[in-house]
């Protein structure tokens, strides 16, 4: 991977899940059953049904707000709330992240489809809180999820960011599609590397394929 391909890169872009903290954390496991519980209360349906709905939300609209607010027209924002209460003692302070990251040229900021607040508890729990000039969730793209390419624009535009001078790190290979098509440069950040026209780079380290950037 030549440093050469990113001497063009003026800002940074991170996902935040699976992304910023290794997927065998397994984070995400407490926010997927809070979601399942929040289907069965909202739609009142049993376990069974709301992991299906769940999963069907997920491969049609991006993510599982989505889906209930397209199909049953729900309130974001206390879904957001209840989902993202969980605990964040699996994670721990990555030093050698946070330098990496702290070491690269030009402006970091984080943008997922989780909320803002939820994602600053993240970042604090990794040791990289001040390192980023900016922390987009899915409320800040007018509750549209990745991978629409809409959200991606409208945090662009209110971030101001150029997409042709940029770099979108993510560990969900769908989520770069519209990155490369705005003209990002795209990384897939996972254990394994997924062939597709609209993925530049892959690395299962993070912090490592920083680290040869700077």
Same mark, same amino acid.
């Given at each position: 991977?030549?440093?050469?391909?990113?001497?063009?890169?003026?800002?940074?872009?991170?996902?935040?899940? $699976?992304?910023?903290?290794?997927?065998?954390?397994? +984070?995400?496991?407490?926010?997927?059953? %809070?979601?399942? $519980?929040?289907?069965?209360?909202?739609?009142?349906?049993?376990?069974?049904?709301?992991?299906? =709905?769940?999963?069907?939300y997920w491969s049609t609209y991006g993510t599982t707000l989505a889906g209930l607010m %397209?199909?049953?027209?729900?309130?974001?924002?206390?879904?957001?709330?209840?989902?993202?209460?969980?605990?964040?003692?699996?994670?721990?302070?990555?030093?050698? +992240?946070?330098?990496?990251?702290?070491?690269l040229p030009g402006r970091r900021i984080v943008y997922t489809n989780g909320s803002a607040?939820?994602?600053?508890? *993240?970042?604090?729990?990794?040791?990289?809180?001040?390192? !980023?000039?900016?922390?987009?969730?899915?409320?800040?793209?007018?509750?549209?999820?990745?991978?629409?390419?809409?959200?991606?624009?409208? *945090?662009?535009?209110?971030?101001?960011?150029?997409?042709?001078?940029?770099?979108?790190?993510?560990?969900?290979?769908? $989520? =770069?599609?519209?990155?490369?098509?705005?003209?990002?440069?795209? *990384?897939?950040?996972a254990p394994e590397p997924v062939a597709a026209d609209h993925i530049h780079h892959h690395?299962?380290?993070?912090?490592? !394929?920083?680290?040869?950037?700077?």
């Open positions: 991977m030549p440093k050469e391909a990113f001497t063009h890169v003026e800002t940074w872009v991170f996902d935040l899940d $699976n992304t910023l903290y290794p997927p065998e954390i397994r +984070l995400f496991d407490q926010i997927e059953v %809070r979601m399942t $519980n929040w289907v069965q209360d909202a739609l009142s349906v049993d376990k069974h049904e709301a992991d299906r =709905l769940r999963r069907h %397209r199909e049953h027209d729900i309130d974001p924002t206390p879904y957001l709330t209840d989902v993202h209460d969980i605990s964040f003692d699996a994670l721990k302070p990555d030093a050698r +992240l946070a330098d990496a990251i702290g070491a607040p939820y994602a600053e508890q *993240v970042i604090d729990a990794r040791g990289l809180t001040g390192l !980023f000039d900016a922390v987009y969730g899915v409320e800040h793209a007018e509750f549209r999820p990745k991978p629409e390419r809409a959200a991606f624009e409208k *945090v662009i535009a209110r971030d101001g960011f150029h997409p042709a001078s940029a770099a979108m790190f993510e560990d969900e290979p769908r $989520n =770069l599609a519209a990155p490369h098509d705005l003209g990002m440069a795209t *990384v897939h950040v690395t299962p380290d993070l912090a490592a !394929f920083l680290e040869r950037l700077v």
